[in-house]
């Protein structure tokens, strides 16, 4: 079993959807939880970064972090053509990155979901 | 802008050639890294360094090599190519002490034939 499971897709929806991205994870010290979006021929870049439960909103984003269900979301609001890109989540167990911290700063990755959204 | 750039965007190699993947940054980061990226699997960590001449091995190591003489660059290298080592690799770069956000290049899809 992977530590993070991720729906693959691909996810189609119209213009203007509401959209919601998950991850499912199976360590339970996993304690920082990043979304990164990811462009056609681009690299991956972070869109948010929320610590422990609760949501944490940007304009048209919307994260939420459930540790008792080790369920993590990513919303989308008014979707638009823009937003088409593949989304990955990401998470650690500390903030630390790897040097003095062993590997529990290790970013652990979803596999990614394509979400397209038509005009 | 910051930048990190990968050498190439596509390469081609044959199998058991000796390959170079270079990555320069210019965020004066201390952390690079190499991941590669594959459907399904996700981002894998391959290398990473945290200074000059300095690696420590990720999860998926065998059958790469790291480079890190300058802090601006860091290089993958794969001594025998293989058909299994086909995919996209991805170098990314980061401030010390904080892991959320990693910088990204635009990879390298690398086909070995």
């Known amino acids: 079993q992977k530590e993070v499971e991720q729906d693959p897709g691909p996810l189609s929806v119209p213009e203007g959807a509401i959209v919601s991205l998950n991850c499912t994870y199976s360590n339970s010290a996993f304690q920082y939880f990043m979304w990164y979006r990811q462009y056609s021929r681009k690299g991956p870049e972070l869109l948010m970064y929320t610590y422990s439960s609760g949501n944490k909103e940007d304009g048209r984003f919307t994260a939420q972090v459930d540790k008792s269900s080790k369920y993590i979301s990513l919303f989308i609001r008014d979707s638009q053509p823009s937003d088409s890109a593949t989304y990955l989540c990401a998470m650690s167990q500390t903030r630390s990155d790897f040097y003095g911290s062993g590997n529990t700063g290790k970013l652990i990755f979803g596999q990614g979901t394509t979400l397209q959204v038509k005009p | 802008d910051v930048k990190v750039t990968q050498s190439s965007r596509y390469l081609v190699k044959r199998t058991g050639e000796k390959v170079f993947l270079e990555c320069v940054q210019d965020?004066?980061?201390?952390?690079m890294f190499w991941y590669r990226q594959d459907p399904g699997l996700g981002l894998r960590l391959i290398y990473f360094s945290y200074d000059v001449k300095m690696k420590e091995k990720g999860d998926i190591p065998e059958g790469y090599s790291v480079s890190r003489e300058k802090k601006e660059r860091f290089s993958l290298i794969l001594e025998s190519a293989s058909t299994n080592q086909t995919s996209m690799y991805l170098c990314?770069?980061?401030?010390?002490?904080?892991?959320?956000?990693?910088?990204f290049g635009s990879g390298t899809q690398l086909s070995v034939l």
């Open positions: 965020m004066d980061h201390e952390n």
């Open positions: 990314a770069s980061s401030y010390r002490g904080t892991n959320e956000k990693l910088f």
